[in-house]
């Protein structure tokens, strides 16, 4: 009786911490001001979001860019994780770039605004 009791507890904390499902919070920004031609660093900053189920993937004119770093995911109280991937780039005029980001069965493309 108590194992059952047990499994029913761990069974309601599992779907209680579950059913808090937060869709990602993303910002798309560089290191310094964009300026074409200059080398810079694309961030990619995703936060509030849970479960922790996530893929980020940052691309220039629709190919992933090679040797992206990641940060080691993290939560705050709540249970709201967060993560952050950045990677060196030069842009050039026409150019684009975005951060996909893969939420559980959602997936969704932010695009960096050189503010130029």
Known sequence: ??????????????????????????????????????????ICKVSNF???????????????????MQTDLAFKKGWQFHLTKHVPFTPLSGEKYICRVVHGQTSNDYAWEPEM
């Open 50 to 68: 849970h479960p922790p189920d996530i893929t980020i993937t940052i691309l220039k004119d629709g190919v992933v860019i090679p040797n992206s």
């Open 1 to 42: 009786m108590k194992v059952v009791c047990a499994f029913v507890s761990l069974a309601i904390l599992y779907c209680t911490v579950e059913s808090k499902t937060s869709s990602p919070k993303v910002q798309v920004y560089s290191r310094d001001p964009g300026q074409f031609g200059l080398e810079n660093n694309l």
